[in-house]
């Protein structure tokens, strides 16, 4: 059962970790890696936290209290000031992120908006920077002689209202000289405990066909609105991502993600994050620990867009996604159960492949959100061959697709809204009259329809 608990959670990000791995080698990199978990677990024991678990590079830590929380996030930038001035040709830097709040317990875990809000804190603090919500400062108030440095109200990712925000102030953060003596740490209170959420679905879940060899790499996608006045993101596939390759069997690489997690109840959700430099290939695997796990598992941009969502191209018909990533950033996997009556436990990795690794193009994925809007790409085609075109709804919600050819002078050649495997859209054996520039164009049939789908172009 689901419990409820109020908790302080602590979020950290080592800044820069992947340029660090290409400039040292993984080796060297590694052994960085190394001390600074020992730095953050050095500060945590003393002030009664405890590492819920380990992010990439980063860590998840609960307290039950405000006050040790901050303690703890300056010995950890203390500890990380010490490192650098013994290893002055390459220092680290590490954010931090601190927020409040009711979470829902799970196992060992801990889920809810105030984990949420902690985390994107920590996301926009810069190295050495330590940032705060506004409740978490008025939890600690006075007490322990911590000095705050308000930062209004941020946008925070994921977020769809600002949060007020503040910076610690240490030496050495942004808001405090040189030479200013850092604020103490708090005695530990009681250790972080409590039993945790049951997270809504956000709609059933239905297998993906994929393999086929494609007839044509399927460029990017269009986002056309339906408000002339106003246009809005509705069907979203970023225009710059390399379309992903479903299903290679083989991987080697650092690991900027490994754990081992577990879906307690059949409709919960869990989302890794973790960050990369611009021009990254990484590739996402999940894994079942039980029989009768079924797993999906997706990857979104740092703004929250769709790159990509897969269930079974990779060995034993499980999820496997991989993607080069054309901006630097904190991108997020989410992992979620292919059919409501399974539940489990399960692996996930996150690996770095090199940037020669090829990804493949024959998949385009889309996403609409409830408002309607257009998507649309452009494939060549050659007169005389026999296509398909094949869409596939990823039943997170399962939108209701409408499909569309439109030829080289702009009319609609061929048109479907169900006739594929399970009621998806499919435009089957198409004998192509003409050369040209054809566009695939796909819609919902009402404007409410949620959902994310693929797109990809068959030779009959």
């Known amino acids: 059962m689901a419990l409820s608990n109020t908790m302080t959670l602590l979020f ?20 960085v890696r ?17 590492i819920v678990k380990t992010l990439g590079d980063g860590h998840m830590v609960a307290f039950a209290s405000a006050l040790d929380a901050i303690g703890c996030a300056i010995a950890i ?42 985390k994107r804190l920590c996301d926009s603090a810069e190295g050495g920077q330590i940032l705060v919500s506004g409740l978490v400062e008025s939890l600690v108030g006075s ?51 409590g039993k945790p959420p049951k997270r809504s679905r956000r709609g059933a879940v239905i297998a993906a066909v994929v393999g086929v060899v494609a007839l044509a790499a399927i460029a990017t996608a269009v986002v056309k609105a339906n408000d002339d006045n106003d246009a809005k993101d509705d069907a979203r596939t970023p225009s710059d991502v390399q ?8 991987v080697s690489g650092k690991k900027l993600v490994d754990l081992i997690s577990e879906l307690p109840t059949m409709d919960s959700t869990r989302d890794f994050d973790f960050e990369v430099e611009a021009g990254d290939v990484v590739r996402i695997d999940a894994t079942r620990r039980q029989a009768d796990v079924d797993l999906v598992a997706e990857l979104r941009a740092p703004d929250g867009t769709l790159i990509a969502f897969d269930d079974d191209s990779g060995p034993g018909n499980e999820p496997q996604i991989s993607a080069k990533l054309p901006e630097a950033g904190s991108y997020s996997v989410v992992v979620r159960m292919f059919a409501p009556e399974t539940n489990g436990g399960f692996n996930l990795t996150v690996t770095k492949l090199a940037p020669t690794a090829d990804v493949g193009t024959n998949l385009s994925f889309g996403e609409f959100t409830g408002d ?18 094949v869409t596939f709804s990823e039943p997170v919600n399962i939108a209701d697709l409408f499909l569309e050819l439109i030829g080289p ?10 006739s594929g495997e399970y009621s998806n859209p499919l435009i089957k054996d198409y004998e192509v009259p003409s050369s040209g520039t054809y566009t695939i164009r796909i819609h919902p049939v009402e404007d409410a329809d949620a959902g994310a789908f693929w797109v990809r172009v068959d030779q009959a």
Do not use: C, K
């Open 243 to 250: 379309s992903p390759t479903l299903g290679s069997s083989t």
């Open 372 to 389: 309607g809007g257009v998507f649309e790409t452009p494939v060549d085609l050659t007169e005389g061959q026999s296509i398909s075109v």
């Open 77 to 118: 930038q203390g500890g990380v000031d010490t490192y650098n001035s013994e290893h002055g040709a390459e220092t680290i830097g590490v954010r931090v992120g601190i927020n409040a709040g009711d979470v829902t317990v799970e196992g060992d875990d801990y889920f809810g908006t105030p984990v949420t809000i902690a």
């Open 143 to 193: 007490r322990g002689g911590f000095a705050f440095h308000s930062l209004g109200t941020l946008e925070l990712r994921g977020l769809s209202r600002p949060q007020s925000a503040s910076e610690v102030v240490w030496r050495g953060s942004a808001s405090q000289p040189d030479g200013a003596a850092p604020a103490p740490p708090a005695r530990p209170t009681a250790p972080a405990g």
């Open 12 to 31: 950290t990000d080592l800044v820069g970790s992947t340029a660090m791995g290409d400039r040292l080698g993984d080796d060297d990199a590694e052994t």
């Open 409 to 418: 002078d702009g009319q609609v050649v061929a048109s479907d809204d169900d």
């Open 34 to 50: 190394r001390r600074f978990f020992q730095i953050i677990e050095e500060a945590v024991e003393p002030t009664g936290g405890r």
